[in-house]
């Protein structure tokens, strides 16, 4: 069965530090991968997405991701966290071969200390 | 980009009424439209997709009875919570799919409280 695993449930930086968001999927096929942000009571905003080519993908808000199939991971990467980036972070998996229908992470809250 | 309008954004109800989910996608054909419903500190659960025109497929562990979902045009489908009771109050988000796309666009869900 296809699975998202985010190990952490929070992680706390200090604005202008490097973060890292982990992510592992379990997927039969050639999975499609995303980040997502949520604020808190709204919708979600797509971060960046992997389909195929390329293995590091760049996104909106200087945001980017390395899709690793060996390792069956697409950490989510921020070279400088801003207070503004505060908010929760779901990576989600798809495939064609499941009508692109997404299973998602538990997701990661990410709190900026200044 | 592809917008998605999601309303009500927040409902309150009576144990027991039906509440009515609206979801639009403003300037694409969403071919497909998927449901998802998130509680509180959880992540988003698949509830059930549909394609316009068609019957919705629901998750397994999904009520179909209770979660009716409708897709009858192009840009519109709607979500129909029937008897509602507390346990589900939740949040729930939609998202559009156009043609053969691979991307799904959300919208801003709706904070479902059932009192």
């Known amino acids: 069965a296809q699975s998202v695993t985010q190990p952490d449930i929070h992680i706390t930086v200090s604005e202008g530090a490097s973060l890292e968001l982990r992510c592992n999927y379990s997927?039969?096929?050639?999975?499609?991968l995303f980040w997502y942000v949520q604020s808190p009571g709204q919708g979600l905003q797509l971060l960046l997405k992997?389909?195929?080519?390329?293995?590091l993908v760049q996104g909106i808000k200087g945001f980017e991701a390395e899709f690793k199939r060996s390792q069956s991971s697409f950490n989510l990467r921020k070279p400088s966290v801003h207070w503004s980036d505060a908010a929760e972070y779901f990576c989600?998996?798809?495939?064609?071969?499941?009508?692109?229908?997404?299973?998602f992470g538990a997701g990661t809250i990410l709190r900026v200390k200044s | 980009g592809a917008v998605v309008s999601q309303h009500p954004s927040r409902v309150i109800c009576k144990s027991g009424t039906s509440v009515k989910i609206e979801c639009r996608s403003l300037?694409?054909?969403?071919?497909?439209m998927f449901w998802y419903r998130q509680f509180p500190k959880q992540s988003l659960m698949l509830m059930a997709t549909?394609?316009?025109?068609?019957?919705?497929?629901?998750e397994q562990g999904v009520e179909k009875d209770k979660f009716l979902i409708n897709h009858a045009s192009l840009t519109l489908s709607t979500l129909t919570v029937t008897s509602a009771h507390p346990e589900d109050s939740s949040f729930y988000i939609c998202?559009?799919?156009?043609?053969?796309?691979?991307?799904?666009?959300f919208g801003q869900g709706t904070r479902l409280t059932v009192v």
């Open positions: 998202s559009a799919r156009a043609g053969y796309s691979t991307e799904a666009f």
């Open positions: 997927y039969g096929a050639t999975p499609y």
């Open positions: 989600a998996v798809g495939a064609a071969l499941d009508g692109n229908k997404l299973v």
């Open positions: 300037d694409f054909q969403a071919t497909t």
């Open positions: 549909s394609n316009e025109g068609s019957k919705a497929t629901y």
């Open positions: 992997y389909f195929s080519g390329d293995t």
